[in-house]
């Protein structure tokens, strides 16, 4: 057996030597940035909210906006440092560059929290004269928030690529090691949020936020140390090239060859690729075979039957053309799933805002509002546990399938997330209810915060569902050199989920407060209608749902991936984990 890997280099530039470099010790290397990401991005996310309302002064919805911009953002910048990473800078120094710009953010939102002159006077919560902040004191708070953005975005694009690339697929041993190290992937990112939202809430709240930040920027500071400490010991493997490329020339030569006519043998299109890789030709955008067609001019040679690789700006192989194909047969699922993210973004700004206005008291400790996130994370880990434990075994000795498929994943988590919308409006008419009782203003009502733990549980277990079939689907349907593109397009699923969330904000906000009144989304929650903004969100839901089901039923799935890879998938075995 060879000891170094074929496609792999150490830090050196020479081949990699299987017992030098590579395997669980450099991998677990990794994952530590990845955790303290996690506990950044969502210690910040799941409590900004009401550092906006209360300590800014900004309205509901705009404090609402704000968090769902910035989350949306932090995922679509997984693009750009996926770009990055394939096209010039490569995983490694992808993630050491992002990691600090990640620690400069949260360095200076510790300093913005800390200054007094960077925020307004404080005041009562119900005070009619709260000042809010001003221009200058919300540019340095946007500014701090969106270099964590941005360093989010480069470390989820690249870190558990890298972490695989620790790995030789070729052998047995080692990938069976890889397997194991998505699963301890997936469970460390889920204990990094759930440290997120309970210790570092915490801080926050009875300590000091200034504290809280603190703590996330030396905690990457020491993770990169760590990091750095494992470079001898990585693989590295050298980039390929971005897809995107791919895809721009697939559709510019079939643009130019539009007004060409078809071979009726299909056979005579170009085909270059070897005979191992090569991907039958399908019939679904027969448009695109167009950029396949040999014509003069298409070879540097000018001769069609040159060994000279034909310019690809002017003819496509048969395999090129379906891999974008198999990329365009993707969009109808990942619209389809954009709903989805919406609803979760309504977990950690309207629901936060309702816990706030709770009882939230066990004993003498008062339980912080954004820590009633956890029920959200604890409902992910259950769904697993059981899914894994229960549901897999009882599926596999009835249906013979190890699991559901990663279509039928998608639909359960809708559902789920539709179901949790309506639980949600149905608590937030008793919470107004109580609200209208005892005065409008009251700061924390007489009724329990634990009302909520319905939807957290049902919003929670769908993205247990959505997430990994999501992830299964985009990994196993996509082609072997477009991997990192289409995690990318995965991931701009709950970006735009987020941006979808401050839209829909946005224009119910205008729609339904020109009445003169606050309409349903006040500026405190209290004398507004959540409950229907809740009930609008079940209702696309639905809609979502039956679209996205016609979408599951036209979709032609490619054929399926080693049954190890498949059922591996749902606990976190796959490439990339945002």
């Known amino acids: 057996m060879s000891m170094t890997v074929a496609d792999a280099v150490d830090y050196k530039g020479f081949p990699a030597d299987k017992s030098k470099t590579g395997g669980w010790v450099p991998a677990a290397l990794i994952l530590g940035i990845e955790i303290v990401e996690r506990l950044s991005t969502m210690g910040i996310a799941v409590n900004l909210v009401t550092y906006l309302g209360g300590i800014m002064h900004l309205p509901s919805t705009t404090s609402a906006n704000i968090v769902t911009d910035f989350m949306g953002t932090s995922f679509l910048l997984c693009l750009l440092g996926g770009f990055l990473a394939d096209s010039f800078l490569g995983r490694y120094n992808t993630i050491a560059i992002f990691a600090l710009i990640q620690t400069l953010g949260t360095g200076m939102l510790a300093l913005t929290t800390k200054l007094p002159h960077l925020r307004p006077p404080p005041c009562s919560p119900h005070h009619a004269n709260c000042k809010q902040a001003n221009g200058f004191q919300m540019g340095i708070l946007y500014l701090a928030l969106y270099l964590i953005a941005l360093g989010t975005g480069g470390l989820k694009s690249s870190v558990s690529g890298f972490g695989t690339d620790q790995f030789d697929e070729k052998d047995e041993k080692e990938k069976s090691q890889m397997a194991f190290f998505f699963n301890r992937f997936f469970f460390f990112i889920s204990i990094g949020t759930l440290t997120a939202v309970t210790v570092l809430v915490y801080i926050q709240d009875q300590v000091g936020r200034s504290l809280a930040y603190g703590i996330c920027s030396i905690a990457m500071l020491i993770a990169i140390l760590i990091f750095f400490s494992g470079t001898r010991r990585y693989r590295y493997k050298k980039s390929s090239g971005s897809p995107i490329v791919q895809i721009f020339q697939v559709i510019a030569v079939a643009i130019k060859k539009r007004n060409l006519n078809m071979p009726y043998n299909l056979d005579m299109l170009y085909e270059d690729t070897p005979e191992t890789s090569r991907i039958a030709h399908t019939d679904q955008f027969r448009f ?106 009882f599926w596999k000795k009835w249906k013979g399938k190890p699991g559901f498929s990663n279509l039928q994943r998608i639909a359960i988590g809708l559902v789920l997330s539709t179901i949790g919308m309506v639980a949600a409006a149905l608590t937030e008419m008793k919470r107004l209810s109580v609200a209208k009782s005892v005065g409008r203003s009251t700061q924390n009502l007489p009724m329990s915060v634990f009302f909520l733990i319905p939807q957290f549980f049902l919003v929670g277990s769908g993205e247990a569902f959505i997430y990994t079939g999501q992830l299964d689907f985009f990994i196993t349907q996509s082609p072997k050199g477009m ?7 995965f991931l701009t699923t709950l970006s735009l989920g987020f941006f979808v969330s401050s839209f829909l904000v946005s224009v119910v906000k205008k729609v339904t407060g020109n009445n003169g009144g606050q309409g349903w989304l006040a500026d405190h929650i209290n004398y507004g209608r959540l409950d229907c903004f809740y009930g609008l969100l079940a209702v696309l839901g639905f809609i979502n749902l039956v679209v996205y089901l016609i979408c599951a039923v036209w979709y032609k799935p490619q054929k399926p991936k080693p049954a190890a890879i498949q059922t591996a998938v749902f606990n976190g075995t796959a490439e990339e984990k945002c």
């Not at 695109?288 to 034909?310: L, Q, R, T």
């Not at 619209?335 to 919406?342: D, G, L, R, S």
């Open 288 to 393: 695109m075979d167009k950029a396949a067609i040999v014509a003069e001019g298409d070879f540097e040679m000018g001769n069609k039957y040159s060994s000279s690789a034909p310019n690809p700006w002017k003819l496509c192989s048969v395999t090129r053309v379906e891999e974008v194909k198999m990329m365009a047969r993707l969009l109808p699922i990942w619209a389809t799933t954009i709903i989805f993210w919406t609803i979760y973004a309504q977990m950690i700004t309207f629901s936060v805002e309702q816990a706030s206005t709770m009882e939230r008291s066990l004993g003498n400790f008062e339980i912080p509002a954004g820590s009633l996130t956890v029920f959200f994370v604890a409902a992910i880990l259950i769904t697993l546990a059981v899914y894994d434990r229960l549901i897999m075994p």
């Open 483 to 489: 991997k990192t593109m289409s995690t990318g397009l």
